[in-house]
Every structure is written in C-alpha cells, then in structure tokens.
C-alpha cells in the first residue's frame, strides 16, 4: 500500500527572488551598468548575496531567464591566450513590472 501526499500548488516564480540562483543571476544582471562577464556575475553575486553560484550554473540561469522571457544579449570579447569569453547584458523593458513570472 502506497502512500498519497497532497502537495500545495505551486506558487508563481518571482525572478527577483534573492534566494535562489535564479533570482540572484537575475538581480545582478538587471543592477549592472554595462557588460559581464561569468566571471563578474559570480563575484557580484559572492560579495551582494553571500553565495558562490559556479560559472556553469550561472550560465544556466541565463539561458533560464532567456525561457522567463528576458531579453539577455551576448557577445564575445578578445580574452588572453585565444580564449573567446562573453559578455552579457540584461535589457529591461520599462514599465516590464517587477519581473515575476509564472
């Protein structure tokens, strides 16, 4: 015999919610002044939130926040030794709202 737990339904994903890796990705990127890039994101989110999010998760919440709609732009800049690191940058819509989603 099995047992049957009622869940709660699921709330509605707030994008601004610091405590996730979501939220934080998300705030960092729309506080920025300009480009970042991973590496700059995690050390926003290290010193603003008190977490260390990796690059590849990081990166992840991006192409999230992509899905949530977000309108994030990408470009390569010159790196040291050949490398082709990124750059990302977070275009707020005005008047968007206060970036929920369900």
Same mark, same amino acid.
């Given at each position: ?13 707030? *994008? ?5 890796? %979501?939220?934080?990705?998300? *705030?960092? %990127? ?15 989110? *290290?010193?603003?939130? &008190? ?27 010159? &790196? ?9 940058? %977070? ?12």
């Amino acid at each position: 015999m099995s047992n049957v737990t009622a869940l709660a339904p699921r709330r509605g994903r707030r *994008l601004d919610n610091p405590h996730s890796q %979501l939220g934080r990705t998300y *705030l960092v %990127l729309r506080d920025a002044a300009g480009w970042l890039q991973l590496h700059e994101i995690a050390d926003a989110i *290290l010193e603003r939130f &008190g977490q260390q999010d990796s690059h590849a998760a990081i990166s992840a919440r991006i192409r999230e926040l992509r899905g949530y709609g977000q309108t994030i732009a990408s470009q390569e800049v010159p &790196g040291d030794a050949g490398t082709r690191p990124h750059e990302y940058r %977070l275009y707020v819509v005005e008047g968007g709202g206060s970036g929920g989603a369900a």
